[in-house]
């Protein structure tokens, strides 16, 4: 029999894993800068759970989640997204005693869905959550985070659209006025609109199919009181910072605890499927749970929509791994390769990894050639040679291999060179 992974759930190999590396890291850093700690929750959680906080009409719930029974007769669902277990994790341990909490995560989620591109079955994310937050502040705050975060690494043509969902009670007012609307065109609805129209009418909004469409545009827009305020604090204080939003009302997220501002961010190089990055406010969310009462807000960012919008840019993403990476080879024109690394340079290559450069240690051998082939085939931007000649001198030879511009450097401070060329892995 030939195993392979199966559908939708792929292998990440060594040379797509150092991308993924890349981000992972360069992403902690930014977080980590704004005040957030990272938190890592359970794959599995009880089933009722994700019914409870995405809502059983939404189609995650409906038909998309890896769902079963284990041997003590309890339901269990791999997690399809993370912050309910996020929220469930805060409660249970009480993180919000000292007052806001922001948390951030990165991992796995699944769900049960045609495999396409930038989509997989086992798909990545990396999210941010302010826990505790009950103002517009903090809805700018988040806003301000995902649009830094997607420019720090480089995204594209970032494209950011807004929403108010509104408050729950504007929300109830407007589900009675629209199923009222839909339920008078219900023989119009595809299968799946039907069962939204009966569990969760706003869901109808999500719907892609084109026979829908034309009703979806015809029906009543929102009328908005309580929540406005809040959510023209947001847009002006976005205008402040200089962010440019596009208010779209047909933004409705996909999951029922939303609430207030909710937001979508597209980018360059994706295709119709252009989304890769999405989140907002769920107030409610933490005392269903049964926590004290108190606002929330966050995101969530695709991780490998992120990958391919990263690969289509005019910097793409190898190019900026190459930029920070120094390749170094040892035992340049001695007799014969030494068999191990001399003190001198096992202090020199600890500082540079010490310092956040990443270094690719080249196998030992007297050839330079051998080590400038390997350079290349690492994508390093930067060759670290000591050979003989450098030993004697007190030197280290460091050739730059996009200008082939060669110098030597006092191997003392080798790491402030490197520093001042900017290819710390910030």
Sequence with gaps: MKYQALKGMSDILPGEVRKWQFVEKRTRHFLESRGFQEIRTPILEQTELFQRTIGEASDIVHKEMYTF?????????????????VARAA????????????????????????????????????????????????????????????KYLGVPGVRIKVNNLGSRAERQKYENEIRKYFSG??????????????KNVLRIFDCKVEDCQGMIERAPKMVLDISEKHFQEVLHGLKQEGVDVIVDHRIVRGLDYYNFCVFEVTAEGLGSQDAICAGGRYDGLLKDLGGQEGGACGFALGVERLLMALSSGANPLEKMMSDRTVYFASSVGFPGARERVTNKENEILLKLIESGIRVIVGKRTADIREHLKKANEAH???????????????????????????????????????????IKSR
């Excluded at 029974?69 to 277990?85: I, K, N, Q, W």
């Excluded at 050979?387 to 082939?404: N, T, Y």
């Design 91 to 150: 409660i249970e341990h009480h993180l919000l005693r000292s007052g806001i909490e922001r948390l951030y995560y990165m991992g796995p989620m699944f769900r049960a869905e045609r495999p396409q591109a930038g989509r997989r079955r086992q798909f990545h994310q990396i999210g941010a959550e302010i826990l505790g937050a009950g103002g517009a502040e903090q809805d700018l705050e988040l806003l301000l985070l995902a649009d830094g975060l997607l």
């Design 380 to 422: 390093a931007r930067f060759c670290l040679i000591r050979g003989s000649v450098e030993a004697s001198k007190k030197k280290v030879a460091v050739k730059d291999l996009a200008s082939r511009i060669q110098e030597e450097i006092d191997e003392d401070k080798i790491v402030e060179y490197f520093l001042s060329k900017e």
């Design 69 to 85: 029974e284990d041997r003590g007769g309890r339901s269990l669902t791999l997690r399809p997204e993370m912050t309910a277990g």
């Design 185 to 198: 065109h219900e023989k119009e609805l595809c299968a799946d609109c039907k069962f939204r129209l009966e």
